[in-house]
């Protein structure tokens, strides 16, 4: 099973990379609030540096939380939805030679693609079912190869 599949209401589902992420840049966000108003409570700057103590303001430690959460909102939706439109663009890819087709309308091979757009290193390698398909196929090439061989010269029976 997928590390990215989970199960709802008895069938699995795929779960989208992007929320993911959505979820992660939250949690900062969640945590910058959570410093906030800690920060407000016990006075931060003054047990570290030593400043002046500065009584608890809860409107301070508000208006700064409505920043954050602005800040948050805007970044998050911002992103989630740009992701998104990036990868609407590889939806079209041929069938056949899975090239994708880019902006300008050509079609580019998805390596290429993804080294001109996105700030990747590709590492190719052939996956477990490739690789013993490749595997056999080479086998077959030098077992025929053998064979010609074989037919080439003659009495080597």
Known sequence: MSTDSEYKDGARTRTDAFTNVAFWQLMAFVFLMCFIWLNEYMDLPAIVFGTCAVGFDPYRAAMLSAGVITAGIIT?????????????????????CHRVMNEDGRWEHVEEYFVRNFPVSLNTSACPDCQQMLEAVDASKKKIAKIQDEKLQPGAN
């Open 76 to 96: 998050v939706g911002h992103t989630y939805e740009r992701q998104r439109k990036m990868v609407q663009q590889l939806v079209q890819t041929c069938l056949y």
